[in-house]
């Protein structure tokens, strides 16, 4: 048996977090195994998306961070690294900076990626364990600062799109109508010729929305549900929210949008249900290390 140590930071709008997984070669079989998360509440999104660029104190809090992870792969043990910097540092005026003054800090190399590459990651993660690849799928990735949708048929992603939209970019008002428009037609065109579609559904916020509902694993989370759960949410103040359901500050209040954003695109596509694999970009870049790896 050869085990291997590869940890995955993903720099996002709303917080930074970093996965350290276990990777098990035995005889022909490999599995993946989760070992540890830390999450850090920095939420870029908010500089990027009001004042385009990031500003000093977060600068410093990042770089606090990477130092803090560097520390932590060591004690760990981890043999490789991935670094991914998605919409906040992509839009922000001063983000090739920041990477750069991280790197000098901390040692730490970080790559902004796009849109595109972004969805690509995130739907080729073992989003059907559990679900079955006979279904057609939409996928849907709620982010701080966009949201990635991809369509997924017999296992494989054939169609896949990114979108200005995410939950700190819509608490900072700072998506228009017509970006709106863009991703309901995008999501109605490629999913309309489908009989029967289902929701896959991942990110923080809806990881937290399915676990409020008391829903099992393995089982999807309902339009009802769904929908009784934002009324509920919504009718509590910020404050209430926090107490009452035990979130964080920083997902209290994004939590909204994104419940919102997920019911806009279960009426788009017909869709009853959501499934939540609990899997998400961290997951897609440790099997990214586990291909280029050996």
């Not at 803090?68 to 043990?77: E, I, N, R, T, W």
């Not at 739907?123 to 057609?136: E, H, L």
Request: contains cysteine; positive net charge; hydrophobic residues 40%.
């Amino acid at each position: 048996m050869k085990l291997k140590k590869y940890a995955a930071i993903d720099i996002g709008s709303n917080a930074i977090r970093m996965l350290v997984s276990n990777v098990v070669d035995h005889k022909k079989e490999r599995v993946i195994l989760k070992n540890a998360l830390v999450r850090v509440p920095i939420r870029l999104g908010e500089d990027s998306f009001t004042s385009g660029s990031i500003s000093k104190k977060n600068q410093k809090r990042i770089v606090k961070s990477m130092k803090a992870f560097k520390m932590l792969m060591q004690v760990h043990g981890v043999k490789d690294y991935l670094a991914f910097a998605t919409s906040a540092l992509r839009e922000a005026d001063n983000g090739k900076k920041v990477v750069q003054k991280v790197l000098i800090k901390s040692g730490i190399q970080i790559e902004i990626i796009d849109g595109k590459k972004e969805a690509k990651i995130i739907s080729n993660t073992n989003v059907f364990d559990g679900m079955g690849q006979d279904k057609t799928f939409l996928y849907v990735d709620v982010g701080g600062g966009s949201t990635e949708f991809s369509v997924l048929k017999n296992g494989k992603r054939i169609h896949s799109k990114s979108f200005k939209i995410g939950t700190v970019r819509l608490l900072n008002k700072g998506v228009s109508d017509e970006m709106w428009k863009r991703a309901e037609a995008w999501v109605k065109s490629h999913t309309e010729e489908y009989a029967k579609i289902y929701l896959l559904g991942t990110g923080g916020n809806i990881n937290k929305l399915h676990k409020m509902a008391g829903i099992k694993e393995s089982r999807p989370i309902t339009y009802f549900t769904l929908s009784a759960l934002y009324t509920k949410l919504n009718n509590l103040t910020y404050e209430e929210r926090i107490i009452q359901f035990g979130l964080n500050p920083d997902r209290s209040d994004v939590i909204l949008p994104a419940a919102m954003l997920f019911l806009r695109t279960l009426s788009w596509t017909g869709a009853k249900v959501v499934y939540v694999p609990k899997v998400g970009l961290s997951d897609g870049m440790i099997r990214e290390l586990c291909k280029t790896k050996k």
